[in-house]
Every structure is written in structure tokens, then in C-alpha cells.
């Protein structure tokens, strides 16, 4: 699926971070989206613990921003990067190693996308709790592209896993 560059898209990611002080880091990432594409809205923060992770890792603050944006999908992705690396991400090679910031591009519009960089909507989204929790905030009848239950079922029918609570600031 293609899309011109002047048509808006839903653009749903998905934030974390488990080193530092996690919540000025989810802060300041919020505000690099803001000042990107002005408005957004922002699912209640959860403390959760780490999946697929090196044993001790510390545990995660996540949240799922939405915004519209014309950009392009891996000119996002790009972005991603970058406000991660400006946020003090270091990547190592370790598969799930702790991070100061983690951005995900959850979905796309309707857009359904596989490239050696970008999946499309994100592939392990609908497994995961700490996704899906934030995600029902946003809009819990959301139905990720190529699924066909809304997030809310999804959250509802997840084996119990790893704990996700709402983070109280």
C-alpha cells in the first residue's frame, strides 16, 4: 500500500524506558514529538516489568503517543533513531539490553509494511500487554491493520504475563 505525501496518517508509537530517570525521559521524548507534528495524544503511563530482557533488568515506564503526520514511514523511523540517540540510547547488540528511550512505531494509517527495517503495524504489538494497556487509553476500539479484533479484545484475551500497572505521577 502506497500513500501520497499529502495524505495525513494515524501514526501510533509506542515509548519506554527502563535506565535513568524514566520519567523526564518520556518527558523529553514527548516533547521532541510535539514540537515534530504539534499536538498529540498520550495514553496514562505504566510501570512494567521487562519482557525478553537480560535477567535484572530494571523495570519500564511505557506509554503510546498518537499523532498525524504526512511524514513518511521511514522518515519516522529515522526520527525514532534520532530522538533516541539524543536521549542517551546506546545500542550494544544485545537483543532487549536497557535502554534510556525506546520509540516504536506501533501503526502506520492502515498501512501493512514488511522492509529489512520497518514492520508495519509493529509485529509483536498485539502480544504485549505493556502495548496494548496504553493503547486501549488512546482508543480501545482501535483495530491494528491486518487484525480483525479491536485492541481491547486483544488486551482481554492475553495470557497473564508480566505485570503492568498504572504508573502514578
Known amino acids: 500500500m502506497s500513500c501520497t505525501p499529502t495524505e495525513t496518517k494515524r501514526v501510533i508509537f509506542s515509548l519506554g524506558s527502563n535506565v ?3 520519567l523526564a525521559t518520556l518527558e523529553s521524548a514527548c516533547d521532541y514529538l510535539a514540537d515534530v507534528f504539534g499536538g498529540l495524544r498520550l495514553s496514562q503511563l505504566y510501570e512494567t516489568e521487562p519482557v525478553g530482557c537480560p535477567e535484572g533488568s530494571p523495570a519500564y515506564l511505557n506509554a503510546c503517543v498518537e499523532v498525524n503526520t504526512t511524514m513518511p514511514p521511514q522518515e519516522l523511523l529515522e526520527l525514532c533513531l534520532r530522538i533516541e540517540k539524543e536521549l542517551g ?3 550494544n547488540g544485545t537483543y532487549g539490553a536497557p535502554r534510556t528511550c525506546d520509540i516504536d512505531i506501533i501503526m502506520y494509517g492502515e498501512m501493512q509494511l514488511q522492509s529489512p ?3 508495519l503495524p509493529h509485529p509483536r504489538a498485539h502480544l504485549r500487554e505493556f502495548v496494548l494497556r496504553p493503547l486501549c487509553d488512546i482508543d480501545p ?3 491494528l491493520p ?3 479484533r479491536n485492541v481491547s479484545t ?7 504475563g508480566p505485570a503492568v500497572q498504572a504508573f502514578d505521577l
Do not use: C, I, N, V
Open 20 to 22: 535513568g530517570d524514566r
Open 154 to 160: 486483544m488486551l482481554a484475551e492475553l495470557p497473564a
Open 117 to 119: 527495517t520497518l514492520t
Open 89 to 91: 540510547r546506546e545500542r
Open 146 to 148: 491486518g487484525h480483525t
Open 141 to 143: 476500539h482501535l483495530t
